[in-house]
Structures are given as structure tokens and as C-alpha cells.
DNA sequence: AATTGCCTGTCAGTTGCTTGTCAGGGATAA
DNA sequence: TTATCCCTGACAAGCAACTGACAGGCAATT
């Protein structure tokens, strides 16, 4: 996931910065408001993070701004005051979801994953999703690989649907267990790989070009189209 | 079942979509009315969850824009106040049913579901329900699979009849037992699992090929054709 | 009233599958 | 080479589903 921080604070775009990398998000930092409006512009964000004290101009404009030229990105707001006016406005301006400082990392983690997954929502979503010949019909709970349908466990299953929702890209095994299992942290535990020798078992039987691909100490990720 | 969720609190989108989609249920997400309008305008949904307070125009709007157009699929209201004026006014827009804000999310799914089978009541809907060469004639309470005719008690009868409604969909135990028995929650028995057991004795005789299929974790359904 | 036959729902024993742990061996990068 | 990282076969515990047996209830019949 890619995610624009615009934030002038050196220690907060840092620690945030870090954080962000370590769950294997792009983050691209802005220090300015102007300089975070003209990134944005790229489109090539999933998220934006926008501090409110910006040197330049006050993280309302910029929300208002990029609003008015038509971009939808998911904007999650990072405010130093709890106070209720300041959330309201910013969401009266376009953003959409706010976090007061300070925060858990955690919890801004999960509210920017949160936020990516609804927009994401946006585009109607087909009930079937598609990666090269693997095919899974999540309303009759069935995947088939070219005609040959695939018996899969509901493990099984969640995790290759959270794979088939974004082909090509990189799932931590954190992520996975996080998706998944629920789990907040880290158990210590190998379930991820064990399920992955599972599902490529019945996925990528020999013969077939391989499409579940690990990527070394990174995670796993299905292979996108080509 | 694909849900149209017109909601742009995030907090509570959120909720509901996560409760929705637990319940297999296809969700999507639209958090302004004109995004709404759009949305549903693909017309692929089967009931539209509509909040009143949104940030572009009132949820009055969006009903009134949908049923001018034509569309008649059935609408939830939400509404946060409890005023007896607003959902007298939902109702005259054109909604099908209103909840008041806090609600229980099980009684808003009962409400989808209850919204969502009486639309499809409107339907015309044929008399004979037919799967591979299983055949029920709902008028003459028949059944007979190819030549052979299948004496079959009320409840074995009502539960074929609901498999045979959607072939090929997964119906969990929960959701049998809230159409065939008229729980609404679970009584924590077995039941359905017996009926299922004497239907597959009366419909799966052995030698033919089993059409009713367990799910395991999830449910029960019909083969479909193929 | 009593009898009979069927429908219905509960229960408990069994079976088979799913799940997660672990350890040993392979593969890969430095 | 060495240190990680990853893969996978084996296994035990736990569950979910299946099914035969049974008891209560209802309705038709005697």
C-alpha cells in the first residue's frame, strides 16, 4: 500500500515513517501542505495521513483543495486537540477518519487499513475474483483452477481470498495473521507457512505454472496477471 | 445477497459491513447520496441500507431520485433521530422500512432479510422449481426426482424448497432455521442437521448422484446444474 | 377412549476432517 | 560457511457433521 504523509514534525513523519515501511507500505513524506497537494496530485496514493499544523497552510485547506479538484483518495486526519469542533470541520471538509495525538501506531495502522479496504470498497465489488485461471466465487463459496474445482478448508479459503484481493501484492505473514486470524500480534507461530504449503498443494499442482509466490522475508503474494 | 450500504460514518459502515459480510452477504459501500444513486443505478443490489444524514444531500434525496427513476429495489432507512415526522417522510419518499439509530445489528440484518424476501415475493415467481432432475411443484406439493416420485413431511418439504430457491447457494443452519422454523436466533439444536440427513435418505438414494451438498462451517445447498 | 401411525425434535456416540504445533531438512543471502 | 528464512511431513486435540434410537405429540381411525 502506498501512503502519503504530510506531516512537518521531523520525530512524528519519522516514527510514523518507520512504522509504516516495517509493514511494508511505500510512505512518501511531504512537509508542507503545498508540497503534500502537489504529491497527492501523482494519484499514485492509496491513503493520505495530514497533519492539521502544517507551516504553510492549515490541514483544512489542504483536504478542501484536493476535494474540490476531484480527488477521493481516503484522507485520515492527525489532530494534536481532542476537541470535538476540530473533528467535525474536518470532516465537514472532506476528510475521512480522524486520529488525536498521541496515538498507538497500532491503532493508526489499523484505522489507515481500514480506510483503504472501504474505498477499495467503492468500485462494486464482484462476487468473483479472478487470477490468471484460478477462480473464486465467494457467494457459492467455490474455486476452481482452469475447469478443475478445488476443495479448500475455510482457512484455507479466507487467506486466498485476502491474496486474491490484491494480485500481485506482498502479504506479511503479520498482515495475514491479522486478516485472518484476528490476531494483533505476533504469536510465534508458523500457521501462516503451514497453510501457504497447504493451499499451494492444492493450487499449484505440478504441472501448473505456478501463481503463489513467496517473496523472502517479506511474505507471500499471488502472481498478477502476466 | 448484495447490500447497497449508503453510510458515511465510518464507524458505522464499518460495523455493518463487517456484520453483513459474517453472514456471507455481499456488501458495498457508498458514503455520500450521489455516490449512492450511482451505485445503485448498476442495479445489481437486493436491498439499499440507506442512512438519512449525509454529507452531500439528505437521504430523503436519494430515495425520492432512485423510485422516480424506476428503481423499486427495496430501501432501509437509518435514522439517528427517533421523530415519528421523519420516518412517516421516509415512508412517503418511497422506503420500505425504517430502524432508529442505536439499533441491534441483529435486528437489522432480520429487517434485511425480512425487506429482501418480500420484493422477491413480487416477482412472479414460477410454480416449479427444478434441479438437475430433481423437480418440486410448489402448487401440487410434488416431488419427484426424474420418474420417481418422493413422499416428503412438512418441514422436509419447506427446507428442499428453500435450497431449491437459490441452487447452488450456501444456506447456513441459521438462516434455515429462521425460514423454516421461524427462529430468529439459535436455539442451540441440531434439528437441521436431521432433516438434512432424512432428505439425503429420500432424494440422494444411493446410485444416484448426490445433490445435496455439505459446506462444511458454512452450511448446506443444492448442486447446481453442472 | 383407546389404538395406530406418522411427524417432530432431542440426544449421544461415532466418524472423519480441520487446525495448529513442532522438528528436521532445504534453500538462500551475506 | 554461517545464519536466516522457509518448507513440509507427522501428529494430537478439537470440532463439526452424521446418524440411529427414542419419546412426545398430533391426527385419523376403530
Redesign the pocket.
Known amino acids: 500500500m502506498n501512503v502519503l504523509l504530510v506531516e512537518d514534525e521531523p520525530r512524528v513523519a519519522d516514527f510514523i515513517d518507520r512504522g509504516l515501511r516495517a509493514e511494508n507500505h511505500g510512505v512518501t513524506v511531504a512537509s508542507s501542505g503545498s508540497e503534500g497537494v502537489d504529491l497527492a496530485k501523482t494519484g499514485e496514493f492509496d491513503v493520505i495521513v495530514l497533519d492539521l499544523m502544517l507551516p504553510d497552510m492549515h490541514g483544512y485547506e489542504v483536504c478542501q483543495k484536493l476535494r474540490q479538484e476531484g480527488d477521493h483518495t481516503p484522507i485520515l486526519m492527525l489532530t494534536a486537540m481532542d476537541a470535538l469542533e476540530d473533528k467535525i470541520k474536518g470532516l465537514k471538509v472532506g476528510a475521512d477518519d480522524y486520529l488525536t495525538k498521541p496515538f498507538d501506531f497500532d491503532e493508526l495502522l489499523a484505522r489507515i487499513e481500514a480506510l483503504v479496504r472501504r474505498s477499495h470498497h467503492f468500485a462494486p465489488q464482484s462476487h468473483v475474483l479472478q487470477v490468471g485461471d484460478l477462480v473464486l466465487d465467494r457467494e457459492l463459496l467455490e474455486v476452481r483452477r482452469g475447469d478443475d474445482p478445488i476443495?479448500l478448508?475455510?482457512?484455507?479459503l479466507a487467506i486466498l481470498e485476502l491474496l486474491m484481493s490484491a494480485p500481485g501484492r506482498v502479504f506479511s505473514r503479520t498482515r495475514i495473521l491479522n486478516q485472518v486470524?484476528g490476531y494483533s500480534e505476533d504469536?510465534l507461530?508458523?500457521?501462516v507457512?503451514?497453510?501457504?504449503?497447504r493451499l499451494?498443494?492444492k493450487i499449484d499442482t505440478p504441472g501448473r505454472e505456478p501463481l503463489l509466490d513467496?517473496v523472502?522475508?517479506?511474505?507471500y503474494r499471488l502472481k498478477a496477471a502476466g
Not at 478448508?153 to 484455507?156: S, W
Not at 507457512?193 to 504449503?197: E, H, N, Q
Not at 523472502?216 to 511474505?219: A, D, E, L, N
Open positions: 476443495k478448508t475455510a482457512k484455507e486470524w504469536p507461530t508458523n500457521v507457512d503451514v497453510y501457504i504449503a499451494r498443494r513467496t523472502r522475508g517479506h511474505g
